[in-house]
């Protein structure tokens, strides 16, 4: 069983159900991308595991302890860490006010963590006095990042981490989220860049309209030749 | 150039003095609607009777101390009242806040429509104050009057016009600096004023990270009583207390807050300055100022004055008016409403 499992899953936001019994997964230390066309419930599912969307079946559990019916904030101290897909850090907020944000739940001295996230994140430790508002694309991720590393989680969600930064930026971050995964933490990531999130991807999953359509290692599904020329372009 | 230094201190006299306390007074209003404005996201109509109903529990307190013979000496007696007006003011706060904003916020409640709740409010607590402590004016500072005479200012430098500055506007402009100091303090370098801006800033992300949003709002509501009750109390220490006074000083201090840019703190201090000195220079009767400037034979027989002192309440509604075409997010960038 996985780390984070997501384990047939199945609800909406109405009444119409987006997912259906949609298992999605990642172990500790591996990067697992969600990806497929518009509309296929990828940021929906993220919401479901993270706890932000009721499910009306399936479970979600992390390291075997079941927390189907904890509250976002609750599942942070489960050791999960998100990463919105847009408005993830707070715009007139310093970075390293966003940082302590970040770490708002934790009592003790998180002076070493942000250390560690201005190692990742050279930048951020330059510009650490000004508003995260005035950074670039590229850099007010590296911002989103950081403030969700904060609380030392054990594993790490991030929906469209790559949505509007240039191509350089994109792989600078994917190396980013690789040097993560590889301190221990299990990363689960929505993409739209399919095929370069693919090529990082330790596990992919394919969605299709709420269902899981492929599920395989990254490599596995680079290699498929329906998958490529269905989602990947060919 | 004595006739200078003469029209100078007219206008120390008669516009500065008297706006730097005004403006601190409507500063300190201002920054109590912009935090709830940014916290609780609606503009809170009952902020004028909070402030005078600080005010009311000040002058309970003054005239208690009073009856059994405890004073300030030289400072106004209500200056010990104020921590009392302050405890009691956040208590009535913290009470509507939990029987009446919290079902609205459960609810998800449009702001328009927390708008219109706290003109409720605002009624609620205009009658408890006329039920309690009556509509009458009331005078309540004792104390030294002046920490400058006019006629020793005159001594002191041999102009013809004297420079007066009342003990009350000294009180308000020093409280006004010490209380904007602690809530910047508190506001920029405490974990729980940080986690406030941030919540401010991004609700739904405030919440991923764990912060509390009822204790945000707990937070908010006792500095904004707190703010209120000074600033009530410094308004009717000033000028006197008339419980009807402060539904009219409310348009001065929305205008405060909208023209400094509502949602910024900086904006609302600098709004207040703006409207109260706005008011004073417009409404000012210029004659001595140009008696003493202009040759004799161009001394001017009318009052010179811009607008008459009755439209000073209009006057912050025009600069309102004026800000929000040319600049609508306010001096300093605030939100846009």
Redesign the interface.
């Known amino acids: 069983m996985s780390f984070l499992l997501g384990e047939n899953m199945t609800g909406g936001y109405g009444s119409a159900d987006i997912l259906h019994d949609c298992t999605i997964g990642v172990e500790q230390g591996e990067i697992a991308v969600v990806v497929g066309p518009n509309g296929a419930g990828k940021s929906t599912a993220m919401k479901a595991i993270f706890g932000m969307l009721n499910l009306r079946q399936g479970r979600v559990t992390i390291d075997g302890e079941d927390i189907t019916s904890l509250k976002?904030?609750e599942r942070?101290?489960k050791g999960m860490g998100?990463v919105?897909q847009t408005?993830?850090?707070?715009?007139?907020?310093s970075v390293e006010?966003n940082l302590?944000?970040?770490a708002?739940?934790r009592r003790d001295d998180f002076s070493k963590t942000m250390e560690q996230v201005f190692d990742l994140f050279p930048i951020l430790k330059e510009k650490r006095k000004q508003p995260a508002g005035e950074l670039s694309g590229g850099q007010r991720q590296q911002v989103a990042v950081g403030?969700a590393l904060m609380t030392e989680p054990k594993v790490l969600m991030l929906d469209e981490p790559t949505a509007g930064v240039s191509p350089i930026v994109m792989d600078e971050l994917f190396d980013r989220i690789i040097e993560v995964a590889r301190t221990g933490i299990a990363i689960l990531m929505v993409e739209q860049n399919a095929k370069q999130a693919l090529n990082i991807a330790d596990k992919g999953y394919v969605l299709v309209q709420g269902e899981n359509r492929f599920t395989d290692t990254g490599a596995a599904l680079m290699a498929n030749p329906e998958v490529r020329r269905a989602f990947l372009g060919g | 150039m004595t006739d200078i230094l003469n029209a100078l201190v007219i206008l120390a006299n008669f516009i500065v003095v008297p706006a730097m306390a005004y403006g601190s007074q409507l500063a300190l209003g201002a920054l109590g609607i912009t935090m709830i404005y940014s916290i609780l996201r609606f503009s809170n109509f009952a902020h004028g009777e909070l402030m005078s109903f600080g005010a009311m529990t000040t002058i309970l307190v003054t005239w208690a101390l009073q009856s059994a013979d405890i004073s300030l000496g030289v400072l106004p007696t209500a200056l010990l009242g104020i921590p009392v007006a302050i405890a009691v003011t956040v208590v009535l706060a913290l009470t509507i806040d939990k029987t009446v904003y919290q079902y609205y916020r459960r609810i998800r409640a449009e702001p328009v429509t927390l708008l219109i709740v706290s003109i409720g409010v605002m009624f609620l607590i205009s009658g408890l104050i006329r039920f309690i402590i009556g509509p009458g004016d009331r005078v309540f500072t004792d104390g030294q009057r002046f920490l400058l005479k006019a006629r020793a200012f005159k001594q002191m430098t041999g102009l013809n016009e004297g420079l007066a500055i009342k003990m009350t506007q000294g009180i308000t402009v020093a409280t006004a600096i010490v209380l904007v100091v602690l809530v910047f303090w508190f506001l920029n370098k405490t974990r729980t004023g940080k986690s406030m801006r941030a919540y401010s800033d991004n609700e739904d992300l405030a919440l991923l990270s764990g912060i509390n949003p009822e204790r945000v709002v707990l937070i908010t509501w006792v500095i904004t009583a707190a703010l209120a009750a000074v600033a009530g109390t410094l308004y009717g220490l000033d000028k006197s207390y008339k419980p009807f006074t402060y539904l009219s000083l409310l348009l001065p201090i929305f205008s405060a807050a909208i023209v400094g840019g509502v949602g910024n703190p900086i904006g609302a201090i600098a709004g207040g300055f703006v409207i109260a000195f706005s008011e004073l220079t417009i409404t000012f009767a210029y004659k001595k100022v140009l008696t003493y400037l202009l040759p004799d034979d161009m001394a001017p027989d009318t009052l010179m004055q811009l607008l008459s002192t009755d439209y000073k309440i209009a006057l912050s509604f025009v600069i309102l008016v004026i800000v929000l075409i040319f600049k609508p997010t306010g001096l300093f960038s605030g939100k846009t409403i």
């Not at chain 1, 408005?87 to 907020?93: E, G, M, R, W």
């Open positions: 976002p904030e942070v101290l998100f919105p408005a993830n850090v707070f715009t007139s907020l006010e302590e944000m970040g708002f739940i403030r």
